[in-house]
């Protein structure tokens, strides 16, 4: 089994979309930039490092390069069983699996981002890596601090992120030390996010998740707060406004999927940061990151190469009967219905030619006379070449 996993902030580089602006997948950028009202491109090809350290910047460039990335792993027929994201990247595991379109979830990381670092500001706060210590003992350092200080992230055995108010995080990691601590590194981050310190920001997130749809996502998606598999709409709303102030169970995440089946992980978005907290969590489980175009081809031969049959997640199609057919994307891009296909219709009969849609302007027309029994993208959903659209009975 392969789980897709993406990556939070802190992920973020200077120049990291260069390598992808002659790839066809560079589309969405103009499309996210749009949806943002940002110039995203400006970001992710010129913006220094400290531009992009600022939190509504480093979300929304780690975000849409993320999923120029798994576009272009979909182009080749890549699909995960299972999908996981760290903090932010949880955000772009739900639209990678179609809980939320691809112009709802712009929007909801922009509101995030914007609120994350209003928040900041207001309550300056900042993060600190304890290394070499569990769990329990990290926790109990943040307890003797006896300050505004909080375990943030479990991210991998011997690796918990603290975070909080300056002094009080300070105070924490030498409490840290005191109790066996290899190393205690303070993190270049503008805010203690996953703490009591991000609450005035959960107003606004909780009011843009309001106003997206989500769906049910295609793959079930591990949420932080709980390390627990979803697979329902109606519970991810609670989800994520409790993960703004709640820590990232990142390794209790990975061992779930491991349990699940997982034998291969595949990290899509900049960096590696979650391949090297896989490794030391599931040291033997396979692992790959889609970072850049050439890392596509590379994916492709290890997944060929594997002896244990992952390369079965390369999509083979839907089986139909004789009397059925798809209708597919003739291209990348968003999915937008017809008027007439908006809503269910009594009258679904359909002729050869008839318009069902556009995929970033282009045409999807039926090349079969018959009746649709259903549409197989929603409005909004992001959909590769060649993905089926809607499937229908032949006259």
Not at 13 to 41: K, N, T
Not at 98 to 112: C, E, Q
Not at 210 to 218: F, G, S, W
Request: glycine letters at 8%; a negative charge; hydrophobic letters at 45%.
């Amino acid at each position: 089994m392969l789980a897709f996993t993406f990556p939070g902030q802190g992920s973020q580089r200077p120049q990291m979309g260069l390598p992808w602006v002659d790839h066809p997948s560079w589309e969405l950028v103009s499309e996210a930039s749009e949806i943002a009202g940002r110039d995203i491109a400006r970001l992710l090809l010129e913006a220094d490092a400290e531009e992009l350290r600022q939190t509504r910047n480093a979300q929304l460039t780690t975000f849409v390069l993320s999923l120029v990335v798994l576009d272009a792993v979909e182009r080749v027929g890549v699909t995960p069983a299972l999908c996981a994201g760290h903090s932010l990247g949880e955000y772009t595991a739900l639209t990678a699996t179609g809980a939320l379109s691809f112009a709802d979830g712009v929007r909801v990381v922009v509101a995030r981002g914007e609120a994350m670092q209003e928040a900041a500001d207001d309550n300056p706060g900042t993060m600190a890596a304890i290394l070499g210590l569990d769990d329990d003992d990290a926790d109990a350092a943040c307890r003797r601090a006896d300050g505004e200080v909080w375990v943030a992230n479990f991210n991998a055995p011997g690796q918990v992120v603290i975070a909080g108010a300056g002094d009080a995080v300070t105070a924490a990691g030498a409490a840290a030390k005191e109790l066996g601590a290899k190393k205690v590194m303070p993190l270049p981050v503008g805010g203690a996010f996953h703490t009591p310190f991000m609450a005035p920001a959960r107003d606004e997130l909780r009011k843009a998740i309001a106003e997206a749809t989500l769906r049910d996502p295609d793959v079930a998606v591990v949420a932080n707060i709980d390390a627990r598999l979803h697979a329902d709409a109606d519970e991810w709303a609670g989800l994520l406004s409790a993960q703004l102030c709640s820590p990232v169970r990142w390794r209790q995440s990975v061992q779930l999927l491991v349990d699940q089946g997982v034998t291969t992980f595949v990290e899509l978005g900049p960096g590696a940061v979650l391949t090297g907290m896989v490794k030391r969590i599931a040291p033997h489980a396979k692992l790959s990151t889609v970072g850049v175009p050439d890392d596509v081809d590379k994916l492709l031969a290890t997944l060929a190469s594997s002896p244990t049959g992952t390369a079965a997640v390369v999509h083979e199609g839907e089986h139909l009967y004789m009397t059925e057919r798809l209708v597919v994307s003739p291209s990348a891009g968003v999915f937008e219905p017809a008027d007439r296909w908006r809503t269910p219709q009594a009258d679904s009969h359909i002729e050869v030619g008839e318009l069902l849609g556009t995929v970033s302007g282009d045409e999807v027309r039926s090349r079969f006379s018959g009746v649709i029994m259903g549409l197989i993208a929603v409005d909004g959903e992001r959909v590769t070449a060649s993905q089926p659209i809607a499937w229908l009975r032949t006259a």
